[in-house]
């Protein structure tokens, strides 16, 4: 079972179909293909950076007590430029830990689909799935957190060449409203 | 190497030169087969409990990028494998499975044509300078195994 531990921060998707998914996406061409980076969307991503993670102790619980540690992460592509592999170290004061992105990009529907891995767990969570709009990229499933069910949401924000973020957000309220609930900050290694 | 575990697939990483032989039709009692040329780099993830290897594919009937994706179980210290080709990207179902005396034998569920079937991937010949995997298919639950794809790798690099 993904999930069993207290220290398992995204858990397996239950009973969410991808047309679900998909359903609260702006249709494909909504702002016109332009704005659309498709395939390259994650390309300002590779490379190796610093990360400071800041991570809310408790979720949807109106809480406001945040725990702050670094990490570090390394993005490489695949697949000719339609996919990449992330491999994160995470120094969580719980207990540092492995993790692994996949990020796969589907040239049928212009989406990409975002997997977590992580090593304390077992398999590879069904995706959040989306894309960018210019230089954010938002990416959804529907998950559960505590017995209830979620809506998840991964941002991604190209922020220039040495700076990047991504952030996860819960919705108990199909989408309505958003808590935010861990925030990684990347700062690019290695530039000079 | 170890039996499994740990760094199991750290004989991959580095950069290979692949040589396909794949059978035109599975399951069919088809015994003709292609080969075509590709290229493959690996490397480790998650501190060697993962990995994953980067494939060019010149397939006759279209070159293609493919990839897989490996994460060891941290408790059991099995393998699962997940295959993903570029032109349908979703995750398809993985095998699992170990090492043992050299030989790493992965085995999972799958579907052909709508026809549940029994999938084994086997890595053997693993050496510095060489490896192979092949595929197998067999009609589920009946264990008639027949072979339809084998990659003989060639390492390029000097790892």
């Known amino acids: 079972m993904i999930g069993a531990g207290p220290g398992i921060d995204r858990r397996s998707l239950l009973g969410a179909s991808a047309a679900a998914s998909l ?6 061409g909504a702002t016109g293909a332009t704005a659309r980076s498709g395939s390259r969307g994650f390309d300002f991503l590779i490379g190796r950076w610093r990360v400071k993670h800041r991570k809310l102790r408790m979720r949807l619980a109106d809480s406001s007590d945040w725990s702050e540690f670094s990490g ?32 796969v990009f589907d040239a049928k529907d212009g989406l990409w689909s975002v997997y977590w891995i992580d090593a304390r767990a077992e398999g590879i969570d069904k995706p959040v799935v989306g894309a960018f ?16 069910p979620v809506r998840v949401r991964f941002t991604y924000e190209n922020l220039g060449p040495v700076r990047a973020r991504w952030a996860q957000a819960f919705s108990p309220d199909s989408g309505r ?16 | 190497m170890g039996p499994g575990g740990l760094h199991a697939f750290a ?59 490996r994460r060891m ?10 295959w993903i080709d570029s032109r349908f990207p979703d995750l398809g179902p993985p095998v699992h499975g170990a090492f043992a005396a050299g030989v790493g034998t992965f ?10 079937v029994d999938v084994r991937y086997i890595w053997s010949n693993i050496t510095a300078s060489t490896a192979r995997w092949e595929q197998a298919f067999s009609p589920a639950g009946r264990g008639s195994w027949e072979t339809n794809w084998i990659m003989d790798f060639t390492r390029t690099d000097d790892a």
């Not at chain 1, 592999?85 to 992105?101: E, I, L, Q, T």
């Not at chain 2, 085995?107 to 549940?116: A, M, S």
Request: aromatic share 10%; with cysteine.
């Open chain 1, 23 to 28: 359903a609260l996406l702006a249709p494909v």
């Open chain 1, 72 to 103: 570090k992460l390394e993005v490489r592509p695949i697949l000719s430029g339609l996919g990449n592999v992330d491999d994160n170290v995470v120094d969580d004061p719980h207990g540092p830990y492995r993790a692994s992105s996949l990020r």
């Open chain 1, 133 to 148: 709009e210019g230089r954010t990229g938002r990416f959804y499933n529907d998950d559960e957190w505590d017995g209830r």
């Open chain 1, 177 to 192: 409203s958003w808590e935010t609930n861990w925030i990684m900050e990347f700062s690019r290694m290695g530039q000079n």
């Open chain 2, 11 to 69: 004989f991959q990483t580095g950069v290979w030169r692949a040589r396909h032989r794949k059978l035109k039709q599975r399951l069919s009692g088809c015994t003709d087969w292609m080969a075509f040329d590709g290229t493959c780099r690996a490397w480790e993830l998650l501190g060697g409990a993962g990995n994953v290897d980067d494939h060019w594919l010149d397939d006759p009937a279209g070159p293609y990028a493919a990839a897989t994706v």
């Open chain 2, 73 to 82: 179980h941290p408790d059991t210290g099995l393998w699962s494998i997940w």
């Open chain 2, 107 to 116: 085995l999972g569920n799958d579907e052909l044509d709508g026809r549940p």
